[in-house]
């Protein structure tokens, strides 16, 4: 069962001090050339972000794990590989690392290499339909394997009565362990930011061919 913070009343907070227990954040990224709103919106949602944290972790305890997607490997160098892939997530985590937390390699190398390497043959525009359904076969199967590598790896890194960060994508599609409470962080500024990336995508839809 997943709340989101700005659902939880306190006395339902309470009831949860006990368990393995998972924050887990959107992650949202930056791009070189994106419109100055779109940073804007960003920003705000980092913000907001960090601050439904800090109410959650005030509530329940110590937050004990961070993980991160695409991240695979443990302390200083996995915080550098989050600060060169998104700053905001690094102000975040180097927070709570200096407060005793510890980052975790989530994702294991070769199953995230192959992943990657498959979504890139996706998106590289193929002709034959017989090739394209080989490979989405193929990129299937790596998404299952690496989603089931980053639950066992949640699972047996997480301790009893341990709480723990997980930033990743919304579209996941990860089976966390049945015993770990889910507590999604959805700051207001994320329907900002999915709104405005809707109204991009319409006004590409309605610029004329050509």
Same mark, same amino acid.
């Given at each position: 069962? $997943?709340?989101?913070?700005g659902?939880? +009343?306190k006395? &339902?907070v309470?009831?949860? %001090?006990?368990? /393995?227990k998972?924050?887990?954040v959107?992650a949202?990224y930056?791009?070189?050339?994106v419109?100055?709103e ?8 980092w $913000?907001?972000?960090g601050?439904?944290? +800090?109410?959650? &972790?005030?509530?329940?305890? %110590?937050?004990? /794990?961070?993980?991160h997607?695409l ?8 915080t550098?590989?989050?600060?060169e ?5 690094f ?5 709570y690392?200096t ?5 975790e ?13 498959w ?6 525009g193929?002709q034959s339909p017989?090739v394209m ?21 949640i699972?047996?890194?997480l ?9 990743m ?6 089976q966390?362990p049945a015993?770990?409470e ?25 610029e004329?061919?050509?």
């Amino acid at each position: 069962m $997943g709340e989101e913070l700005g659902k939880i +009343e306190k006395p &339902a907070v309470e009831s949860f %001090k006990k368990g /393995r227990k998972l924050f887990f954040v959107p992650a949202i990224y930056s791009a070189e050339g994106v419109p100055v709103e779109y940073i804007g919106y960003l920003n705000k949602y980092w $913000g907001q972000a960090g601050k439904q944290l +800090e109410e959650l &972790a005030s509530k329940l305890g %110590k937050v004990n /794990r961070i993980y991160h997607e695409l991240i695979d490997a443990p302390g200083d160098q996995g915080t550098e590989g989050i600060k060169e892939l998104n700053e905001n997530s690094f102000e975040i985590i180097k927070s709570y690392i200096t407060r005793g937390a510890q980052l975790e390699a989530l994702e294991d190398t070769e199953l995230l290499t192959e992943f990657m390497d498959w979504s890139r043959c996706l998106m590289i525009g193929l002709q034959s339909p017989k090739v394209m359904s080989k490979i989405y076969e193929y990129y299937v199967e790596a998404v299952k394997k690496r989603n089931e590598q980053i639950s066992k790896k949640i699972d047996s890194s997480l301790k009893e009565n341990e709480i723990g960060i997980i930033l990743m994508r919304e579209n996941h599609q990860i089976q966390f362990p049945a015993d770990i409470e889910i507590f999604y962080v959805s700051p207001p500024a994320l329907n900002d930011i999915k709104r405005w990336i809707r109204e991009q995508e319409s006004k590409k839809d309605k610029e004329p061919a050509g």
